[in-house]
């Protein structure tokens, strides 16, 4: 079957969310931490060619505020440095 080229495609990959283990209350920085989480699973990330470690990310709206991807404890324990 030929596709159109007017259509578009959405390839849709189901997330195993029965290990995990929510982190953030905020329901938009919790679900790009799980995607980055997952994808880490399947590719590197690189920067200049080479490997780099991916351990948190910054949303673009809230510059300077680090969203960690694997933190020890909630982000509101006072025991997480």
């Not at 060619?49 to 991916?54: K, L, P, R």
């Amino acid at each position: 079957m030929e596709a159109r080229e007017e259509e578009d495609f959405a390839w849709r990959f189901r997330l195993d969310d029965c290990s995990l283990e929510q982190v953030y209350d905020n329901p938009y920085v919790e679900m790009i931490r799980i995607q980055v989480e997952h994808l880490l699973n399947v590719v590197r990330f690189t920067a200049g060619g080479e490997q780099v470690s991916v351990d948190g990310f910054e949303m673009l709206n809230e510059p300077g505020v680090n969203h960690r991807l694997f933190p020890s404890s909630k982000p509101d324990d006072k025991r997480a440095a």
